[in-house]
C-alpha cells in the first residue's frame, strides 16, 4: 500500500521562524577561504550522524531534487551519494555563505542551505559519503580521446603546468586531501558545466584559486573528454 | 487576400521548393493543406497553435488576435506590488511564429459563418477553417454590481484580472493608501477564472503595506463563498505572517489539533476574510463615495477591487457558443463545442467539469485537443485524454510558497479529478514553502515558455 | 489520505479506470501534462526542475516510483507520480528517452 505522501510530523528541524524568512534576503558575502581557515574549518567539523543525515535527507527535501540516495540521474545537479564528506560539508557551507552562486540552480542551493545548521551540514554529508558512488556509465570516447584524458589526469602537462588531476583527485577519481571532491561516476554535463564556471570566473569557492589556476589553461575538448572519463571511474576499493 | 495572407502565401511556395520537410514548420505541401483557425493568443490559443505545429507541420496553422504582444495575466498581481514591471509579464508571438511556423492575423472577429466555416474579422477579410479552436478566456458580469461597470472599472474600481490600464491603476492605488488605511478585495462567485489568485493577491498587498510602514492598514476580503482552493494553506499563512484569526465559519476547516496551533492573534489582523455566510457577498459600490455595499452592510475603503463575476470570453457569447450558464458546453474528449461542428473551445470559455479555470487547465486542455485535432484531420480515432493543473502561488510573503496539484481523466463522459492530495500537507515544514516559492518563481518561467517559446 | 479521497480511490479501483473510460493514454498525451514544469519535451535549463528530455528509462521509472512510495519526498510530485499507472509510466519514459538530451545542438 503506498505511503501517505508526505504526512511527517513536526520534527523540530526547524521551528517554523519568520527569521529565517526575513534572513534570507540579506546575506553578508563571506571571507574568501585560505588554507589555514578551511583546515581549522574542516578539523572542527562536527561528528556527523548517517541516520540523522538520512533524515534530514527526506525532511529538507534534498531527495526531491537529488533523488532517494543523492544518485540525482540527471545533469541537472550532480550526484552526492559517494561525495567525501569534508566536500559535502564544505559546499553547503559555501553556499549558506553565498561563496558559491554560479547559476540559478545554486541559488536555489543557497536558499536552502540557510536552513542548516553546522551539524545537519555535516550529518547530510556522512549520509552522502556512506553510500555507493554513482554507477560508472560507458565513456564512450575514442582511444586517442580516451588517452588525452587519461594522461592529463595520471601525468598532467608539464607545458601548462598543470599537475595530474589525480593528485589531488585521486587515481581513481575517488576524491583527496582536503576538501577535493570525488569524481568517479559523475554526471559528465555537470562536469562540463562547473568546470567552464571555474574557467570562466562563475565557480571561485575554491581555496586560492586551487581549482580554477588549472581550469584555466584547459580547453573545451579537454574538459568534454575529462567529463566522459571520470564518469566511467567507479573509484577504485568501495569504502 | 489580406497583406497578411499574401505574405504566407509567399512564403509557402519559396518552401515548397526545398526538399522534405524543414524543422521550421514551413512544409512543402502549399496546397491540400488542413488550415486550422486560432481564435485568441492567450495560453489556450498559443499553447496549441505550438504543439499542432509540433505534432504535424503539415498542418497550416493561424492565430487570429487582436493584440500585438500579450501580458500574461498568471503572476500579474505581482506587477501591482513592483515585483515585477508590466515588461516583465509581456510576451511577444516571435517564438510561435519563426521557430514553429504559426501565422499570426493582428485583427478583431467580428463574426464566424459555422456553415461556410469561415471567420470574418473587423478588416474585412475571411479566413475559411478545417477546424477552428476558439480560446476568448473571460468576460465580466458587470451588471451583477451595482455601481459597476467598464468605465468604472478601468478608472476608479479595476479588477485588474485582465492585466493592463487597470494593472497600473492599482499599483497607483496602492501607493497612495493612507497610513492605516484600507483596502477591499472581492473574489468572485464560481467559477471564475485562477481560483487561489484573489486571496494570494490580498496577500500580496498585505505583504507590500507591512513592507512600506503601513502595518496597521487592512485587507478586507469581502467573498460570496465559503471556500476557496488552497484556503487551509492560505489561512494558515496569514495567521503566521499577517496577524490573521481564523473566522468562526472556517475553523470546521480544521482538526482540534491543527486549531491549537492556530490561536487567536491578540492585535487584529492585517487581512480579514469576510465569509460568504457572514454577509460578504458584495452587492454593490459608490465609486465617489468609496463605499462598498455588502450583505453585511457598507464599508468605506481607500482602495477597492472588485473582482466581477465571470463569463466566457465575449467572442464565445457573442458567437452563441455558449449556453445559459454563460459558458461553452463541449465534448468533454476532444473539447469540441456541442454547439457547433468543427468548432473547439477551450480554456477558461469552457465547460470542463472538475477542472479549474486556470492557465495551466488551458495549457493542457490545448495540448490534448493539439493531438486530437490532428488525428481527426488524419480520419484517426483521437486518444484517450489525461489533464492536468499543477500551479504554484504565493501567500503573500515571497518566501512562502503553496501549491494546487491536480491530474484529471474521463470518467463517464465527464473530467474527473483524481483523489490524490491536491495542496501542502497541514504540517508541512518551513522549507516546503520555502521551496514552493522558489518553485513558484521557476515555474512561472518554464510555464510561460511552453506555452510561448 | 483521508477518508472520502480513500473511499473515492477504492470506488474507482472498483469501477476500474479501464473501464471508466475506453482506450490507454499513450506516453505523449500522458507526458505532454508535465512540460509546463519540465519544458516542452522535457527541455528545461538553469531551473529548479529537472530536464526529462533523454532521461533513461530506468531513471525515469525509478524516479516516479520513488515519489509515489513516498521513499522520495518532495512538494507535489508525489501525488502527481500516485495518479499515473504502472503502464502510463512506462510509456512516458519510453517517450521522453527518445529524445536528445541536448535540443538540436545547444548546452
Not at chain 1, 588517452?147 to 589531488?168: E, F, I
Not at chain 1, 577519481?173 to 554535463?189: R, V
Not at chain 1, 575554491?206 to 573509484?235: N, P, T, W
Not at chain 2, 524543414?22 to 512544409?27: I, V
Request: aromatic share 10%; with cysteine.
Amino acid at each position: 500500500m503506498k505511503k501517505t505522501f508526505v504526512s511527517m510530523a513536526m520534527l523540530g528541524v526547524v521551528a517554523f521562524s519568520s527569521a529565517t524568512l526575513a534572513a534570507s534576503h540579506e546575506r553578508a558575502k563571506a571571507e574568501p577561504w585560505t588554507p589555514g581557515k578551511l583546515s581549522t574549518t574542516l578539523s572542527e567539523m562536527p561528528k556527523g550522524d548517517i541516520q540523522r543525515g538520512q533524515k534530514l535527507h527526506n525532511d529538507m527535501f534534498c531527495a526531491s531534487c537529488h533523488g532517494v540516495v543523492g544518485e540525482s540521474y540527471t545533469h541537472n545537479w550532480p550526484a552526492l551519494n559517494g561525495q567525501r564528506a569534508e566536500y559535502t560539508y564544505k559546499m553547503l557551507l559555501d553556499y549558506q555563505d553565498g561563496r558559491r552562486h554560479e547559476d540559478k540552480r545554486a541559488d536555489i542551493m543557497v536558499e536552502v542551505a540557510q536552513f542548516l545548521t553546522k551539524q545537519q551540514m555535516a550529518d547530510l554529508a556522512m549520509f552522502y559519503a556512506a553510500q555507493d558512488l554513482p554507477e560508472p556509465q560507458a565513456h564512450g570516447l575514442s582511444d586517442e580521446e580516451f588517452k588525452l584524458a587519461d594522461r592529463m589526469v595520471r601525468q598532467g602537462d608539464p607545458t601548462r603546468l598543470l599537475t595530474p588531476c589525480a593528485s589531488c583527485h585521486g587515481v581513481n577519481g575517488e576524491g583527496g586531501i582536503n576538501e577535493t571532491p570525488a569524481l568517479a561516476g559523475q554526471q559528465p554535463d555537470y562536469f562540463i558545466r562547473t568546470m567552464r564556471a571555474f574557467r570562466d570566473g562563475q565557480r571561485n569557492n575554491d581555496v586560492y584559486k586551487g581549482m580554477s589556476q588549472f581550469a584555466e589553461y584547459l580547453s573545451d575538448e579537454d574538459i568534454r573528454v575529462l567529463a566522459y572519463y571520470y564518469a566511467s571511474l567507479d573509484g577504485g576499493t568501495k569504502r | 487576400m489580406t497583406a497578411i495572407e499574401r505574405r504566407d502565401f509567399l512564403k509557402l511556395l519559396g518552401a515548397s521548393t526545398l526538399a522534405g520537410v524543414s524543422l521550421n514548420g514551413k512544409t512543402a505541401f502549399a496546397t491540400a493543406q488542413p488550415h486550422v483557425v486560432v481564435i485568441g493568443g492567450g495560453v489556450g490559443g498559443a499553447t496549441f497553435s505550438k504543439y499542432l505545429r509540433l505534432a504535424d507541420e503539415g498542418i497550416k496553422v493561424t492565430i487570429i488576435e487582436k493584440n500585438r504582444k500579450y501580458l500574461r495575466p498568471y503572476g500579474s498581481s505581482e506587477v501591482i506590488t513592483g515585483h515585477i514591471s508590466m515588461d516583465d509579464i509581456t510576451i511577444t508571438y516571435d517564438a510561435l511564429r519563426d521557430k514553429y511556423g504559426v501565422n499570426f492575423i493582428f485583427d478583431e472577429v467580428i463574426g464566424i459563418d459555422f456553415d461556410k466555416q469561415r471567420v470574418r474579422t473587423a478588416s474585412g477579410s475571411n479566413i475559411n477553417y478545417d477546424k477552428l479552436v476558439v480560446a476568448p478566456g473571460i468576460s465580466f458580469d458587470f451588471d451583477a454590481i451595482e455601481g459597476l461597470d467598464q468605465e468604472i472599472a478601468d478608472t476608479k474600481i479595476p479588477h485588474a484580472w485582465i492585466p493592463g490600464k487597470q494593472t497600473e491603476l492599482m499599483a497607483r492605488q496602492l501607493k497612495a493608501v493612507p497610513k492605516g488605511g484600507t483596502i477591499v478585495v472581492a473574489p468572485p462567485p464560481n467559477p471564475y477564472r485562477c481560483p487561489p489568485g484573489p486571496y494570494e493577491r490580498a496577500g500580496l498587498l498585505a505583504q507590500w503595506l507591512k513592507e512600506h510602514g503601513n502595518p496597521t492598514a487592512k485587507v478586507l476580503v469581502f467573498d460570496s463563498k465559503n471556500r476557496f482552493t488552497t484556503d487551509v494553506n492560505m489561512l494558515q499563512a496569514w495567521h503566521r505572517l499577517y496577524n490573521f484569526s481564523i473566522p468562526e465559519g472556517a475553523r470546521k476547516l480544521y482538526t482540534e489539533e491543527q486549531l491549537a496551533t492556530m490561536p487567536d492573534h491578540l492585535e487584529p489582523g492585517m487581512i480579514e476574510w469576510v465569509m460568504g455566510e457572514m454577509g460578504g457577498r458584495v452587492l454593490g459600490v459608490d465609486p465617489d463615495a468609496m463605499v462598498v455595499e455588502t450583505e453585511a452592510g457598507k464599508f468605506k475603503a481607500d482602495m477597492i477591487n472588485i473582482i466581477p463575476p465571470h463569463k466566457a470570453g465575449k467572442l464565445a457569447l457573442k458567437t452563441g457558443l455558449a449556453d445559459e450558464s454563460g459558458w461553452c458546453p463541449v465534448e468533454r474528449k476532444t473539447f469540441e463545442s456541442t454547439l457547433a461542428k468543427n468548432v473547439h473551445v477551450i480554456g477558461d470559455s469552457s465547460i470542463a467539469d472538475d477542472m479549474p479555470k486556470s492557465g495551466y487547465s488551458a495549457n493542457s486542455q490545448a495540448k490534448v485537443v493539439a493531438l486530437q485535432i490532428k488525428a481527426l484531420l488524419a480520419g484517426e480515432e483521437p486518444g484517450t485524454p489525461i489533464w492536468q493543473n499543477t500551479c504554484y502561488a504565493l501567500a503573500g510573503n515571497t518566501d512562502y510558497g503553496i501549491f494546487v496539484s491536480d491530474v484529471f481523466r474521463l470518467v463517464d463522459g465527464k473530467i474527473r479529478r483524481m483523489p490524490y492530495q491536491r495542496f501542502l500537507p497541514f504540517d508541512a515544514t518551513e522549507i516546503q514553502y520555502k521551496l514552493s516559492a522558489m518553485y513558484q518563481q521557476n515555474w512561472m518561467r518554464a510555464f510561460t515558455e511552453d506555452c510561448f517559446a | 489520505m483521508n477518508k472520502v479521497s480513500k473511499a473515492l480511490l477504492i470506488v474507482i479501483g472498483l469501477t476500474g479506470l479501464g473501464t471508466a473510460q475506453a482506450g490507454k493514454v499513450s506516453g505523449e498525451m500522458a507526458a505532454q501534462t508535465c512540460a509546463g514544469c519540465h519544458g516542452t519535451h522535457g527541455y528545461i535549463e538553469n531551473s529548479a526542475f529537472m530536464p526529462l528530455a533523454g532521461m533513461s528509462e530506468e531513471h525515469f521509472i525509478s524516479a516516479m516510483k520513488a515519489f509515489a512510495d513516498g521513499s522520495r519526498p518532495g512538494t507535489l510530485m508525489g501525488p502527481i507520480a500516485m495518479a499515473f499507472s504502472d503502464e502510463e509510466i512506462r510509456a512516458m519514459a519510453e517517450y521522453f528517452a527518445q529524445f536528445p538530451k541536448e535540443r538540436g545542438g545547444q548546452q
